[in-house]
Every structure is written in C-alpha cells, then in structure tokens.
C-alpha cells in the first residue's frame, strides 16, 4: 500500500526535499507526519484528507454536499460520534454508511 505522504510528492503537492525535512522533524517530535506538513503550511488540510483516503482506497467526502437525514444522525449518539470523529451519512437497506475522519485510527 503507498502511503499517503507519497502520494502527496506523487501529486506534486510537496517536494521530496520537504517530505524528508518533515521525517526528519517526525523522528525528533515523535508528532504525526500529517501534522508535521500541516503545521508548516506545506499541504492542506483537505489535500491531506484526499490522500489519506486515497491510501486507503476509500472514497473522500465533502461534508458541505451532503443533506443528511435526522434518522440517519441518530442512528450513532452524538458522544460516540464525537469522540471517534465520525458521522453516520447514509443508511441502505441494512447497512450504515459512516465517514471518519482519519483512516488510521483503528479504535474506530
């Protein structure tokens, strides 16, 4: 699997000089290499987002696009949502669509 912060260079989004300063920079921070790039206004947040999806082969959503029904909200309790950093979007048939917002978090 590539990982995001390649697929990021891949894009073109940042260099590979700038990747390996934010490694290097993860190696003695220990913080996220995501945040590394955030934090130095290297990418955006959305770019980040896309890539992390793309890692994962998950499709990205825009929250802004969708109306989402009072039914489907409720199926998750606002707690749980928020501390996971989910939202339900959709229910078909018996199955319910949720969007989170970092693939890697395996708590969720």
């Known amino acids: 699997m590539e990982k995001a912060e390649d697929l990021i260079v891949k894009k ?6 700038q990747l390996t300063q934010a490694r290097e920079e993860q190696k003695k ?15 955006r947040e959305e770019d ?3 890539a992390l999806a793309d890692q994962f ?9 969708f109306l989402i029904s009072k039914d ?12 996971y950093k ?13 969007c989170i917002s970092n693939p890697q978090d395996i708590r969720i």
Do not use: C, N, W, Y
Not at 29 to 43: F, M, S
Not at 73 to 80: H, V
Not at 86 to 98: A, C, G, Q
């Open 12 to 17: 073109q989004l940042i260099t590979q000089d």
């Open 72 to 83: 489907v909200i409720e199926k998750i309790p606002a707690k749980l949502a928020m501390h």
């Open 29 to 43: 921070t220990g913080e996220p290499l995501g945040k590394i790039l955030l934090k130095k206004g290297l990418i």
């Open 86 to 98: 989910m939202m339900p979007i959709r229910i078909s048939r018996d199955s319910l669509t949720v």
């Open 48 to 50: 980040l987002a896309r």
């Open 57 to 65: 082969k998950l499709p990205f959503i825009r929250f802004g696009k």
